[in-house]
């Protein structure tokens, strides 16, 4: 089992952490207090500079589009060495848009690539890759339990020419985004008599399509997260040409899986350089801030919380790379019990960690002082975000059950 790089793919790496050290990071204060001046569901200016100016650098650089582990398009990475980008990148919020690595954009360009028609590849794909417009993933629905997607019902019936859509969705990541111009949707197209796995389908909508109503954005812990967001829509008589079905009706659950799979890594990625950089702040605050007439590392069990939070980083990061391998392997069935896992590990992990952080800050750890309100925020809704953990656990389980018995679990 080999988790090692290639050594030009260690100089790659090695110029992503410096500009996320020395650009990305230092400009994230002053692009998150802009949010909220005017329309809080449109950028302002200066943001618009900031963003806009990192992609540009990072494109000129030719530090774009890592994600593409699986195509001519990128830079041939395994998902192991993805792996190391997606940790350097989760360090900071912007970091992964700034790279064009950014969900769901990366999961909905792969669809695009995989199942997508020439026509979409060239409307949708194209200026994704680019990095010039936005998408969002309509999956889970108010109404019913979407952990276990064959609830999903939003209506799709064909008519003609087109397809009518009727329902709602929420949780729709970026759809709030101005820049939002594509949705992939999950929906309902077989019945009772269609077999479970195939009643169900994906569907291309543009985002200005007639009929589709934003009903509200969807608040995590009181925030909105604008101007990108989470949005609930409402979908009334909403018609898109027959040719936006993606391969063809029934095909759902197996361009979905197809999707979450490397989605669901790149998150846990991304959460282990968050815990990370938690990690480095807790040091930097244990060695600076004095109480009682010492300095915090000696108070407590401080030292044991530090050195806690290494060991079990340490261990998720390796659980995300034995995933990643097995992924490189090719074969998805023997991997996914790997993703279950790591799913679960990484966002608890670093949940973990980023909340002892707060604790050493104290008052400060939960304002906006410092990022680690928002870092608590972002990875607890991980822990629901592509699957709550109690179903990967179940996946997990059931994987071990099976080594015992010739019973259908």
């Given at each position: ?5 290639r ?68 830079f ?13 990148m ?43 417009i ?42 709030g ?22 009643r ?8 200005d ?125 023997a ?75």
């Amino acid at each position: 089992m080999d988790f090692s790089i290639r050594p030009e793919i260690g100089a790659l790496l090695e110029r992503v952490k410096a500009m996320v050290r020395d650009e990305i990071a230092p400009m994230e204060a002053e692009y998150h207090a802009e949010i909220g001046k005017g329309d809080r569901w449109q950028y302002t200016e200066r943001q618009a500079e900031i963003l806009e100016g990192l992609k540009a650098r990072a494109k000129a650089a030719g530090l774009w589009n890592f994600w593409l582990t699986d195509s001519a398009r990128g830079f041939g990475l395994t998902t192991v060495e993805y792996a190391h980008f997606a940790e350097e990148m989760g360090k900071t919020p912007m970091g992964a848009e700034v790279f064009n690595c950014n969900a769901p954009d990366t999961g909905n360009m792969e669809v695009f690539e995989r199942y997508g028609s020439e026509e979409m590849k060239a409307r949708w794909l194209a200026p994704l890759l680019e990095g010039e417009i936005r998408s969002a993933y309509l999956m889970t629905e108010p109404q019913v339990a979407s952990s276990d997607a064959t609830n999903i019902e939003m209506s799709c019936v064909r008519d003609g020419d087109t397809y009518v859509l009727n329902g709602e969705k929420w949780w729709a990541t970026g759809a709030g985004d101005p820049r939002c111009a594509v949705y992939i949707v999950m929906v309902r197209t077989g019945g009772e008599e269609t077999p479970k796995h195939r009643r169900h389908s994906m569907i291309v909508v543009p985002a200005d399509t007639a009929g589709i109503e934003k009903l509200r954005p969807m608040q995590v812990y009181g925030h909105d997260d604008a101007p990108h967001g989470h949005m609930h829509l409402r979908f009334t008589d909403v018609r898109v040409p027959a040719e936006n079905m993606l391969v063809a009706e029934g095909h759902g659950f197996e361009i979905a899986q197809g999707r979450l799979g490397p989605g669901r890594i790149h998150h846990c990625m991304r959460a282990i350089g968050q815990a990370e950089a938690a990690l480095a702040m807790m040091c930097r605050r244990a060695l600076e801030r004095e109480a009682f007439g010492k300095p915090l590392y000696q108070l407590g069990a401080n030292y044991d919380i530090i050195a806690e939070a290494r060991m079990e980083i340490e261990q998720a990061r390796l659980l995300c790379l034995k995933a990643a391998w097995m992924m490189d392997r090719g074969d998805a069935r023997a991997a996914a019990p790997w993703i279950h896992q790591i799913k679960v590990v990484a966002p608890r992990v670093a949940l973990k960690v980023v909340d002892e952080a707060v604790q050493m800050f104290g008052g400060q750890g939960v304002s906006q002082d410092v990022p680690l309100s928002a870092m608590w925020t972002h990875l607890r809704t991980l822990r629901l975000a592509d699957g709550p953990d109690a179903v990967h656990r179940r996946q997990v389980a059931r994987d071990e059950l099976r080594k015992h018995t010739q019973r259908r679990l």
